[in-house]
């Protein structure tokens, strides 16, 4: 099984969602459902990306990473490609 870190970009704020699956079009889904509490006032969402992993713990580790990059040159940098 492979695990996924995503990024969610609000089409109403343009605000970003960082977040963690085994199912990225599943969980695109459920946040532009109205699903999950923490986005549902933001919905539509689009995927801006998404990075795969072998393990669980690489991708939380990963997550966590890009978390703490939100709003700076690096995430920047990341959303753009870079």
Known sequence: MLY???VLQS???HRY???FTT????????HNAGLQRSTRDRIPF???LYESFATKE???KRE???KSWKGGAAFK???AGK
């Open 77 to 79: 940098q990341l959303i």
């Open 11 to 13: 089409l109403k704020d």
């Open 4 to 6: 996924y870190v995503y």
């Open 23 to 30: 199912d990225v079009e599943a969980r695109l889904r459920f």
């Open 58 to 60: 690489e991708a939380l």
């Open 46 to 48: 689009r995927l801006v």
């Open 17 to 19: 969602y960082i977040g």
């Open 64 to 66: 966590k990473q890009i």
